[in-house]
């Protein structure tokens, strides 16, 4: 099947710094790729699509400011969480739309960021 | 509107009992997917089958079966035999075939399996 990686798996950073996640598509290309958070014993979120070579699209609420998408390449997406504050604290997790036809999404282990 | 309903947030059961997982979705569209994946204690999210609204049949992959009854708007998920390692947290998505890419996540349901 279709693999996904992402790093780094775990950060901590203190309140205030930058975090860039990266999120590939090892065996497959993906023009679409997406951005999901996920809190506690809670679902998956959408967070924003990201296009290759275009804008990424961002769900209503998420601050597209704070939350910089790059998907430069059909295999990289980035997230890039700006001057990162507690709240901020959640599971992320990328996933990539194998071209397939078929609709599958496949997604990457996921990041545990920490912001103290 | 796409909706999808996990109405059991958790389970519990003794390895070898037989377990179902609820999935009810509501959508308009005509044509869409379902999707179940499986997320254990590390956070992976693995995917597990796809059915499109076409295709009605029922599939069974080792222990995992699954029901899709477009009559009553249900994707339901049955593992035989439960083991200790079918312990995680099983989502149930729906994807609408012109709504743009993104999944929709039911709330998941919680399954333990205890030895």
Redesign the interface.
């Given at each position: 099947?279709a693999v996904v990686s992402q790093h780094p798996s775990r950060v901590i950073c203190k309140s205030g710094t930058s975090v860039k996640i990266e999120c590939r598509s090892l065996d497959f290309q993906a023009t679409?790729m997406?951005w999901y958070r996920q809190f506690p014993?809670?679902?998956?979120m959408?967070m924003a699509?990201s296009n290759e070579g275009s804008k990424a699209?961002y769900e209503q609420g998420v601050e597209k400011d704070k939350f910089l998408i790059n998907h430069a390449s059909l295999t990289l997406s980035t997230l890039t969480v700006t001057s990162a504050h507690p709240e901020d604290s959640s599971?992320y997790?990328c996933?990539a739309?194998d071209q397939d036809g078929?609709?599958?999404?496949?997604?990457?282990?996921?990041t545990?960021l920490l912001v103290l | 509107a796409q909706k999808v309903t996990q109405a059991q947030t958790e389970i519990s059961v003794v390895e070898k009992e037989d377990v179902t997982l609820d999935c009810v979705y509501e959508t308009r569209d005509t044509t869409y997917?379902l999707?179940w994946?499986k997320q254990p204690p590390?956070?992976?999210?693995?995917?597990l089958i796809?059915r499109?609204s076409f295709d009605e049949q029922n599939e069974i992959s080792g222990r995992y079966s699954w029901n899709f009854q477009k009559s009553t708007s249900s994707f339901n998920f049955t593992i035989t035999a439960s083991q200790v390692v079918d312990s995680a947290v099983y989502?149930c998505a729906l994807?609408v075939?012109y709504s743009?890419?993104?999944?929709n996540?039911?709330?998941?349901t919680?399954l333990l399996v205890t030895p």
């Open positions: 099947g679409t997406f014993k809670k679902s998956l959408l699509t699209t599971f997790i996933s739309r078929q609709e599958t999404q496949y997604f990457g282990p996921g545990r | 997917y999707f994946y590390s956070g992976e999210l693995v995917f796809r499109n989502f994807k075939a743009g890419y993104a999944l996540f039911g709330k998941g919680s």
